[in-house]
């Protein structure tokens, strides 16, 4: 069983940066899909991005797509997201995931059922 734990939310004004750390222990996550995802409010968890076992493919949600970039370390068995122009709406809890590659058909990975793995969360506050 992998543990994922994630750090680097905090308070930051419109137009600024964050850069999310999700470290695992336990075992390696080299050979997982990685995902970020998010839950605002009152709102429904929501896919931001994923990472397939070799980096070799992502995918982003459209709100996030040019503003975030999601990258991993297997020698650090760490998962990242740079998170630049941050607008109020990206407001949320940002949970790291991971999923066995054999998980999904096809290079789509935002389907949050099929990750076996969460971290705890970490909250990003972006101010107007």
């Known amino acids: 069983q992998v543990r994922l734990v994630e750090s680097g939310g905090g308070l930051v004004q419109a137009g600024g940066s964050l850069r999310l750390s999700c470290a695992a222990s336990g075992r390696t996550i080299s050979s997982d899909v990685m995902g970020w995802f998010r839950q605002a409010p009152g709102k429904e968890r929501e896919f931001v991005a994923a990472?397939?076992?070799?980096?070799?493919?992502?995918n982003y949600a459209d709100s996030v797509k040019g503003r975030f970039t999601i990258s991993r370390d297997n020698a650090r068995n760490t998962v990242n997201l740079q998170m630049n122009s941050l607008k109020p709406e990206d407001t949320a809890v940002y949970y790291c995931a991971a999923a066995s590659r054999g998980s999904f058909v096809g290079n789509w990975y935002g389907s949050a059922g099929l990750y076996h793995s969460w971290g705890q969360g970490t909250q990003v506050t972006v101010s107007s």
């Open positions: 990472l397939s076992w070799s980096g070799g493919r992502t």
